[in-house]
């Protein structure tokens, strides 16, 4: 069914068979930028015709007689007479921002550099507050600003803290099993410094001990790694150290059970 439809980009009258097409086939895949650009000419007239409405003004600064928008109304004719005018007024009226002080310079906001200082302090104070990290002392309930995990305002306040606050622990020595009190961070194992010494003493020669019997184990190793007809160590066996495939001279092989078996070895000794 053929329908009669109107182009939404340029507005002109088509026929066609598809209910959904919106585009006339000039426009075609373009009929989008095409209609963008139609909406952006029809606004700019628009602009070009408005005039909205004037009135006139007197110049705050040298009663010069202006013409000025209802939309955007303004005290003065010029840049220059407004930066003027904001002279004369901090002339008047220039107070200090920290202590309100009346400063001669109307170039300056500040009395002095220890009101600058002070008020740029009190603006970061309320900054650190405003974020959080301003905390109280956990000693003297002195209110500073959090810097990590601190939880002291300075190093005197963890001092008294710690000692006013020490974790005493009690434990049995290793040597005498008699009981001795520790702090908390504090790695003790015996009572006094003869025990210390004795305990000292004793995993020395437990070392020792354990030392004699890896030597014994080795010694053991080595006597055990040695040759079924020599009987010498595989270190020095030609045979083992040529994987089996070189004999020294002067020994005897006969073929036993599918095996080249050595009977007489040169370095055999009884």
Not at 33 to 45: A, V
Not at 48 to 75: G, H, L, M, R, V
């Amino acid at each position: 069914m053929i329908v009669n439809k109107q182009c939404e980009a340029c507005h002109a009258f088509f026929d066609t068979k598809n209910k959904i097409k919106k585009y006339c086939d000039s426009c075609g895949k373009n009929g989008q930028r095409i209609k963008q650009q139609i909406e952006k000419n029809i606004y700019k007239s628009k602009r070009s015709f408005y005039q909205p409405e004037t009135f006139e003004n007197n110049c705050a600064e040298c009663n010069k007689i202006f013409n000025t928008s209802i939309k955007k109304p303004k005290d003065f004719c010029s840049n220059e007479c407004h930066h003027s005018y904001s002279l004369k007024q901090k002339q008047i009226n220039n107070p200090c921002l920290f202590c309100k002080t009346h400063v001669d310079n109307p170039e300056q906001t500040y009395c002095n550099e220890i009101c600058k200082k002070q008020h740029n302090e009190k603006i970061r104070w309320n900054r650190e507050r405003y974020n959080g990290n301003v905390v109280k002392c956990k000693q003297c309930q002195v209110e500073f600003i959090e810097r990590g995990y601190n939880q002291f305002c300075s190093s005197q306040c963890n001092k008294i803290w710690e000692k006013n606050n020490v974790q005493i622990f009690s434990k049995s020595c290793q040597i005498c099993n008699k009981l001795f009190q520790y702090k908390k961070n504090d790695i003790r194992f015996t009572c006094s410094n003869e025990c210390r010494i004795k305990r000292n003493n004793l995993i020395k020669q437990k070392q020792t001990q354990k030392s004699l019997t890896q030597k014994e184990i080795n010694d053991n190793t080595k006597k055990s790694h040695l040759c079924i007809q020599c009987k010498t160590p595989q270190s020095k066996c030609d045979f083992f150290i040529s994987n089996y495939t070189y004999h020294p001279k002067g020994t005897k092989i006969k073929y036993i059970d599918n095996m080249n078996v050595v009977i007489e070895c040169p370095k055999y000794t009884k």
